[in-house]
Nanobody
Framework: VQLQASGGGLVQPGGSLRLSCAASGSIFSISDMSWYRQVPGNQRELVATISSGGSTKYADSVKGRFTVSRDNAKNTMYLQMNSLKPEDTAVYYC??????????????WGQGTEVTVSS
């Protein structure tokens, strides 16, 4: 079971980016999927979570600007980031709670994708 995050890059303040996180392998089911971010020297911060049923939660710092979604058929999660601010600059990681066909549980992490918000 693997997670692959993509979509990061350099964007000007006020701009937008869309991150993707694709899960692959012998996947039976995925429950919660989440985005975290981390700035060097700081702890990893939870940004957004989406359940298998589509319920969402956001960090206060991104409410109204970021939207998390998922395509269960594609085992993929997205993070639409609008009105980006310099303080959103970080490495973004995806996380997923995955059950494989052998009923083994994985708390999987993607490799991280870097987002830089700067003029």
């Amino acid at each position: 079971v693997q997670l692959q995050a993509s979509g990061g890059g350099l964007v000007q303040p006020g701009g937008s980016l869309r991150l993707s996180c694709a899960a692959s392998g012998s996947i039976f089911s995925i429950s919660d999927m989440s985005w975290y971010r981390q700035v060097p020297g700081n702890q990893r911060e939870l940004v957004a979570t989406i359940s298998s049923g589509g319920s969402t939660k956001y960090a206060d710092s991104v409410k109204g600007r970021f939207t998390v979604s998922r395509d269960n058929a594609k085992n993929t999660m997205y993070l639409q980031m609008n009105s980006l601010k310099p303080e959103d600059t970080a490495v973004y990681y995806c996380n997923a709670k995955i059950l494989d066909y052998s009923r083994r549980y994985y708390n999987s992490w993607g490799q991280g994708t870097e987002v830089t918000v700067s003029s």
